[in-house]
């Protein structure tokens, strides 16, 4: 587990799946994910179910999915991921939803975000991390840039969202960049 000031990570369970499921099917929360992506949703309790398998199996070493939980009354309200790790080459990307909608805007991603970071360079040694998002969601560049990461360019056009087109937006960050404040404690 890893604290920090909002949120906490925790190890992926098989009973988080419910929240998965609810969040796959809100069509508000797959449109800022995903910029609406048809393949993202809607989804059934089976294919969740599988994926959640899939998931609970993952080796640490390569890629692994964290529940985020609200410090103030210890509800799910999100995930965070990490992908495409390279030891070699010391890079990895992450992900990171919150579902809850209720929690957005309040600084959870962000510091949900800072704490994948922070464990990343901390255990594995990186080099960079790297995410990405559609251009329309501002909220998630907020917190991008708000959690240290720079933008460093962008994939002009390439998502669709409601017949609008729209760039995906690419951030990186270097170990030398990482701030380290509020990377939390690890239990």
Not at 88 to 107: C, K, P, S
Request: glycine share 12%; proline share 3%; hydrophobic share 40%.
């Amino acid at each position: 587990m890893i604290e920090g000031k909002l949120v906490r990570l925790r190890a992926l369970r098989a009973q988080d799946a419910e929240h998965h499921l609810r969040w796959r099917n809100d069509p508000e929360v797959v449109h800022w994910a995903t910029g609406g992506d048809p393949c993202f949703g809607p989804v059934t309790e089976e294919a969740v179910g599988l994926a959640f398998e899939t998931m609970l199996r993952l080796n640490p070493r390569e890629s692994a999915v964290f529940t985020v939980e609200d410090m103030a009354d210890g509800a799910v309200i999100g995930m965070a991921d990490y992908r495409d790790l390279d030891p070699f080459t010391g890079l990895a990307t992450v992900g990171i939803t919150i579902g809850e909608r209720d929690r957005w805007g309040h600084g959870h991603g962000s510091d949900a975000l800072r704490l994948l970071v922070g464990h990343l360079f901390g255990a594995f040694g990186l080099h960079r991390i790297e995410l990405d998002t559609w251009s329309g969601n501002q909220r998630a560049v907020r917190a991008f840039t708000k959690a240290g990461f720079r933008e460093e360019g962008r994939r002009r056009s390439t998502v669709l969202v409601a017949g609008e087109r729209h760039d995906t937006v690419l951030f990186g960050m270097l170990r030398e960049e990482w701030p380290g404040n509020g990377s939390g404690t690890a239990h």
